[in-house]
């Protein structure tokens, strides 16, 4: 386990919302293990989610810890503290062309195009405004404000008032 302190996230924000960079701030950061210092073991990456708190068993802090990545392939899981971490929070995401549903077609987006949208990360999470662009090879949502915890695998839907356009796995 690998602590990454708030101060190097510094970097990381600042970027322009503007389709150049959609791919900065639409993907999750890539953490090395000399970003932090290790701070203690885990049972495998594999068994932590992005946000998750509970199950990490490290004290001594002020404030709790929370998962900001986990790499699998090296069973690394980093962690930030206290919950408003820059780390947990990203400006957008990305749903590739194949993992997109759209539940009105006549609603869909043609590619080059970008439409204003609510859109939900979470179950029971607040909608959030934020903007959809289609791309060829899928569409990219930047939000109003960043959001907490956005996670690969974990599915985001986009709403017009309180009708369910289409939703999309987020990669």
Known sequence: MIEIPANFMARKKGVEKTPDNFKKLCYAFPYKPWNGKVIG???????YTIGQRKGLNIGGYAEPLFVLATDINRNIIYVG????HPGLYRPG?????????WIRPDLEIPVGEEKDFLFRIRYRQPLEKGRMYMREEGLYVIFEEEQRGITAGQFVAWYTDDEQIGSGVIE
């Open 41 to 47: 073991e885990h049972n495998g990456a594999q068994f």
């Open 81 to 84: 503290e206290g919950k408003s």
């Open 93 to 101: 995401l990305f749903v590739p062309k194949e993992d997109t549903h």
